[in-house]
């Protein structure tokens, strides 16, 4: 009589066993695969943070689909890297507004259908046929959120009425403690905007160009350093720079609410407005879906999802997401001033005239506006 | 004089065989792409796409630039002022370990010079931030002593710790090795003979590791040359340096033919540097 086996077959399994249990993995390998491979994936051109969970974790759960990102810095980046990949490479591209021109000219986004979006729900008429989103009558891009850039500071060095002009970055107290976001862009537009030029700011001739050069240079002696984001977060962060040229809440919005005193003001010159804004890529085969997740982040969830963003906070853009935020996080709200009635609203700030949209040189070059750039590093 | 028989040479095939691999890795890795970076330094961008061609527009552009200039030698500066701090600074340390220390301390301290290398450079380059920032450690040390709070982030000052991190360990390993070999009773000859430390030492160990240490030289001069971190996040890219001017030219516009005229300058600056120093150190002697 043959003794009763007391071995486990699952801790301790006998060889005939491990044969058997290797042989139904491997035959069942071919639908586990199959049912990974249903989920769609969707590739993402972003700025970082927007492929991250606390903003499509959600949304690929509710639809089985995974958002690959990938993220770039800076408007120039994302064409190179849309220029260097082929067509359909990317489903979905987050652009800063004043790219959007340039990726419909170069035929590397989809047109939309107005209809397909809750155009009637957004907070400001200008969000409606937003420049550059729109040709010919056909929309190109979706605007997503925004930010104000203006006066960055420490709560400690500089009062809120010093921080109400550009002219507290010449403060003799903060001498080599005023910092630039690295990107001539915002740095170079905020001092258009101290010499006078308003609305023109990007549009200015020679003459006014050198002016602005000239401010710009006036400006040198002031500076401790050039920052990229990490840069910049750490050096308000530490207290190493007191105030910071070309950046806005976006990121003293984080600083704050981990309690810094720090915070971002309009200055009575007036803030320019970054836009960020989403496209569906030339020839993508999962325009549908895109779709579907362009209309879940326009609404009202996925309006406050955006500025609750934790990489950098945008405000929002449709009436719906902003009375959602209200409700859902009201210190967030009260914090970057999207209630009615605040002073900075960034809505009521866009219709005093105080808020002017990022753009690019009108009579000058890119190039020639980094150049100078550069000349000032070195100066 | 009749001249000596040379070796005749002969096409081996066994020596070949093994000489193969490094040859085809050099020509892949180093050769085609080095190159590929002259050739895209004559290419134009259209559309945020480079374009084949051969023009001189980008070597025009740059080499009219005043920034370009003042980048450069800036870099140059700083970087031979982290050799020199470096050379000095890992001297006595190399001097110690090559005649004072016993050989299992000699190893020890050879294999904790090493250990850096095993942590990212750039972590290592963050910590600094804790140590150096006005509110960091140095400054609450030199508080209690009615010093300070002193500005050493985002200043040359910091540029420099920051390439002395990444090249000082390697340094005091070259040093120490170049010294450890010396004869040793070359040394004791010349106290023998009535040389006093100080001479011993200029005229016996420098001259004997002169090699080794103008090698460690090179080493720390190429490796601060071509350093991004340490310029851009303890520098706060105040005066930038070559490899954050070549990081500016390609973030906007997307001019990496630009970036590779800044790339080639820099690499046939350094090429120069270290065939002169590698002629330096290997130069006899010439005989009385």
């Known amino acids: ?291 579907a997740f362009m209309q879940h982040m326009l609404s009202p969830a996925g309006q406050v999802k955006s500025a609750q963003m934790g990489a950098y906070p945008g405000f929002c853009v449709t009436k719906g997401g902003r009375a959602a935020l209200i409700e859902q996080d009201p210190k967030e709200a009260a914090r970057s001033h999207q209630m009615e009635g605040m002073s900075n609203d960034p809505i009521a700030l866009i219709n005093e005239g105080r808020i002017h949209y990022r753009d690019i040189p009108k009579q000058q070059s890119l190039e020639d506006w980094n150049d100078f750039w550069s000349e000032y590093k070195n100066a | 004089m009749p001249l000596p028989n040379r070796p005749k040479t002969t096409f081996s095939a066994y020596a070949m065989t093994w000489r193969l691999p490094i040859i085809v890795w050099q020509l892949i890795f180093f050769v085609g792409p080095v190159v590929f970076m002259v050739a895209m330094s004559f290419f134009l961008v259209k559309n945020y796409r480079m374009t084949e061609a051969f023009e001189f527009v980008n070597w025009s552009k740059m080499m009219s630039k005043g920034y370009f200039w003042d980048s450069y030698w800036h870099t140059i500066w700083i970087a031979t002022l982290a050799t020199v701090c470096a050379m000095c600074l890992a001297f006595p340390a190399a001097f110690a370990l090559a005649f004072k220390a016993s050989d299992n301390t000699r190893r020890w301290a050879i294999f904790l010079l090493i250990i850096p290398f095993f942590t990212s450079y750039l972590v290592r380059t963050f910590s600094w931030f804790v140590i150096l920032s006005e509110s960091g450690v140095v400054n609450a040390m030199l508080g209690y002593i009615g010093l300070g709070p002193y500005t050493m982030l985002n200043t040359t000052f910091g540029t420099l710790v920051g390439y002395l991190t990444l090249t000082l360990p390697l340094v005091v390993i070259l040093q120490t090795v170049s010294m450890a070999n010396i004869d040793k009773t070359l040394i004791e000859a010349a106290r023998n003979l009535g040389c006093k430390p100080a001479a011993t030492l200029w005229r016996v160990i420098i001259p004997l590791s002169k090699s080794g240490l103008i090698i460690a030289a090179v080493f720390c001069f190429i490796l601060s040359f071509g350093d991004f971190v340490a310029p851009f996040y303890l520098g706060g890219s105040q005066e930038p340096t070559l490899p954050i001017l070549i990081l500016d030219t390609t973030k906007s516009g997307q001019q990496w033919p630009r970036a590779a005229v800044v790339a080639v300058i820099m690499m046939a600056t350094l090429f120069t540097i270290a065939f002169t120093a590698i002629a330096l150190a290997y130069r006899k002697r010439a005989s009385k």
């Open chain 1, 1 to 291: 009589m043959t003794k009763p086996s007391t071995r486990n077959p699952i801790l301790n399994p006998s060889r005939r066993a491990l044969l058997r249990m290797g042989g139904g993995i491997a035959l069942s390998a071919p639908f586990v695969s199959r049912a990974w491979a249903a989920t769609t994936e969707i590739n993402m051109l972003a700025w970082y943070g927007h492929g991250e969970p606390d903003m499509v974790a959600d949304f690929e759960a509710a639809n089985n689909v995974k958002f690959v990102p990938k993220y770039y810095a800076g408007g120039d980046n994302m064409l190179a890297l849309i220029a260097q990949s082929p067509p359909g490479t990317y489903d979905i591209i987050l652009s800063d507004a004043e790219f959007v021109q340039q990726l419909n000219l170069a035929g590397y986004i989809e047109e939309l259908n107005p209809a397909d979006y809750p155009f009637d729900d957004m907070l400001h008429a200008d969000f409606q046929q937003f420049p550059g989103h729109w040709a010919d009558g056909k929309l190109h891009s979706l605007i997503l959120r925004g930010g104000h850039l203006g006066v960055s500071y420490n709560k400690n060095a500089i009062s809120a009425e010093e921080a109400a002009s550009y002219s507290c970055f010449w403060k003799p107290e903060v001498k080599g403690k005023v910092g630039h976001f690295d990107w001539h862009l915002p740095s170079l537009g905020m001092m258009s905007l101290y010499n006078g030029n308003g609305a023109n700011l990007w549009d200015i001739d020679d003459a006014a160009w050198g002016d602005v050069q000239e401010t710009t240079m006036g400006l040198r002696q002031q500076v401790g350093g050039f920052f990229d984001y990490g840069g910049t977060f750490n050096s308000l962060k530490n207290g190493e720079m007191l105030a910071m040229c070309g950046i806005g809440d976006w990121i003293t919005g984080v600083l704050e609410k981990d309690g810094a005193p720090v915070g971002s003001v309009i200055p009575k010159e007036g803030g320019i407005q970054f836009t960020e804004s989403y496209c569906i890529g030339k020839d993508s085969e999962k325009a549908d879906i895109v779709k």
